[in-house]
């Protein structure tokens, strides 16, 4: 590619991941809106609970960095290896994590719905099962970071906010959820970044792959995360 295209090139994907951004951020924060269709309790907790949301990513807020990394850097057969178990071993920790996570709640579910005075399970419940996924779309979008495919990777950003947006209105407005029904949108929206995410990525994380080495990854992941 000569200097002129690839100049031409970054501006674009730039330019479109700025707008996908910009797009995403709009429709997130928008959902705020529906508030006006609930109750100042209810909407009080569905603020908290995405607050808590942010909270369970944590764990894997320097992922999508370090296989961004990674990915791009995955040009050799053997590099692919190591990428492919890398994605499956993450996966799979952040599961066991998460699973972690739902064994905590189960066994302090009374306290938790006191302590915020959650007078549904339902909406506790949605909001740990939407935990999984937001831990494994670093990992997932860093990959598509790092192959360059920013089209996807800008579609996924756009249908995580505007697959919310659209839930989101749909249940409280048309069908009177209240903050379980809210978080159960943010649930839909979710599930539709993480399905393209799963889709485009579907030939790093399938085939033949290399022992992980967890020293190395905790080395360059904690920092970040940190």
């Known amino acids: 590619m000569s200097p002129p295209e690839s100049k031409r090139t970054f501006f674009r994907q730039g330019?479109?991941?700025l707008v996908a951004t910009f797009v995403s951020g709009i429709f997130l924060f928008a959902v705020h809106v529906f508030g006006f269709w609930m109750p100042d309790a209810q909407y009080g907790l569905f603020?908290?609970?995405?607050?808590?949301?942010?909270l369970l990513r944590i764990p894997s807020l320097g992922?999508?960095?370090v296989f961004a990394q990674q990915a791009a850097a995955a040009i050799q057969p053997e590099q692919q290896r190591q990428l492919t178990g890398a994605i499956r071993t993450l996966l799979l920790s952040t599961f066991v994590l998460w699973l972690?996570?739902?064994?905590?709640?189960?066994?302090?579910?009374?306290s938790i719905l006191t302590l915020f005075k959650i007078h549904n399970p339902a909406a506790l419940w949605v909001t740990v099962l939407l935990g999984l996924p937001q831990l494994w779309m670093p990992i997932l979008g860093g990959t598509l970071q790092g192959r360059q495919n920013f089209l996807w990777?800008?579609?996924a950003y756009i249908l995580n906010g505007a697959g919310r947006f659209l839930a989101v209105a749909i249940i409280v407005i048309?069908?009177?959820?209240?903050?379980?029904?809210?978080v159960g949108g943010a649930l839909i929206g979710t599930l539709l970044a993480l399905g393209v995410t799963i889709w485009q990525t579907r030939d790093d994380w399938r085939g033949p792959s290399d022992r992980f080495e967890w020293l190395s990854w905790?080395?360059?992941?904690?920092?970040?995360t940190l």
Not at 47 to 54: G, I, K, P, R, V
Not at 100 to 110: D, K, M, N
Not at 174 to 182: E, K, P, R, V
């Open 15 to 17: 330019a479109w991941m």
């Open 153 to 155: 990777l800008g579609w």
């Open 63 to 65: 992922l999508q960095t």
């Open 100 to 110: 972690g996570i739902v064994v905590l709640f189960l066994l302090a579910q009374s």
């Open 218 to 224: 905790l080395r360059r992941v904690v920092p970040l």
């Open 174 to 182: 048309l069908l009177g959820g209240q903050a379980a029904g809210a």
């Open 47 to 54: 603020a908290t609970l995405l607050q808590f949301l942010s």
